[in-house]
């Protein structure tokens, strides 16, 4: 069996220098704003703290973090991102894939994603989108749907070139009999946000799923908790979101959650278990909230609902 933790959105509270003059004309100005009127206020590094000791508590194989480390794309947060990110174990047990916070205005790789690249890379020591880590029969596979967008946006994209590769590896690890957990940072089904939070492709990825299937897709950005199920070749797709694992609830976000994910290989097929893991404001831990199973064909269709 393989275990692992599905959390997303952390927006890491970081010192950050004051605004440089090329900072106050850019997205990164509103971005300040909105954090000092408000945001930092609802992500809170005390339960991030404590859902970092609640997965460490449950000793798992791995550890999913979906995107949005960072809220300006500031080089001094990728650096303080990288140094939490070590912290959590060792590289090859925790991956991660960027959000649109992570790419907020166009910026040298150097100064950004570079610092993330013992998290970012595939088994072959490939950099680049998708990357993919086998972990006994499982195969992780991240997405980069993080570009800079105009202000106002938070839209995503995975772009054409990773579409076409994303196929590819997703039909050869499927004949080789690995579930296939695929992790991006914009939900992929209509309708789960508004239209510049959306992922501007996502009619094609989910054309690439419905061809060739996944056992599993992952993703944060929606600020609630979701299961949307897609189309696959013969069956539905099990798509699920978790809300920011830093926020306290709020209008806005249902507060912090995090997924334990459990997928084994059985004689009927892959057995995936989903315990929820949610914040409790008033005992300031996490604790269940609730569980339920799958049982998912080699083929990726899903063929029931168990508890
Ligand atoms: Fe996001």
Not at 68 to 75: A, C, G, K, M, Q
Not at 266 to 291: C, E, K
């Amino acid at each position: 069996m393989f275990r692992l933790a599905h959390c997303s959105d952390p927006h890491l509270h970081v010192d950050v220098p004051a605004p440089s003059l090329s900072d106050r004309f850019s997205k990164r100005a509103l971005s300040r704003l909105s954090w000092a009127r408000g945001r930092s206020a609802l992500q809170r590094p005390e339960v991030l703290a404590a859902a970092v000791a609640d997965i460490r508590a449950h000793a798992l194989d791995h550890w999913l973090v979906s995107g949005d480390i960072t809220n300006f794309s500031l080089p001094s947060e990728f650096v303080a991102a990288a140094r939490w990110l070590e912290a959590l174990g060792p590289a090859d047990a925790v991956t991660v894939v960027p959000g649109n916070h992570d790419a907020l205005v166009p910026m040298p790789a150097a100064d950004g994603w570079d610092h993330w690249q013992p998290w970012l890379r595939g088994d072959d020591g490939a950099t680049g989108f998708p990357f993919v880590r086998i972990r006994g029969d499982v195969a992780l596979i991240g997405l980069s749907s993080a570009i800079p967008t105009p202000p106002g946006f938070a839209s995503g994209e995975l772009g054409a070139e990773q579409l076409l590769a994303l196929e590819a590896r997703l039909v050869d690890l499927g004949q080789r009999g690995f579930a296939r957990i695929v992790t991006l940072h914009h939900p992929p089904a209509e309708g789960v946000v508004t239209a510049r939070k959306a992922l501007v492709d996502r009619s094609a990825f989910r054309a690439v799923l419905a061809r060739t299937g996944a056992e599993l897709v992952l993703h944060g950005h929606s600020r609630d908790a979701r299961f949307d199920p897609l189309r696959g070749p013969q069956g539905l797709i099990p798509v699920l979101g978790v809300p920011s694992i830093s926020a306290i609830p709020n209008p806005k976000d249902e507060g912090a959650r995090w997924n334990l994910i459990e997928i084994e290989r059985t004689v009927r097929g892959w057995h995936l278990a989903v315990h929820a893991r949610r914040w409790q404001p008033q005992d300031q831990r996490f604790a269940a909230a609730g569980s339920y199973r799958l049982l998912l064909p080699a083929s990726g269709a899903a063929n029931g609902v168990t508890g």
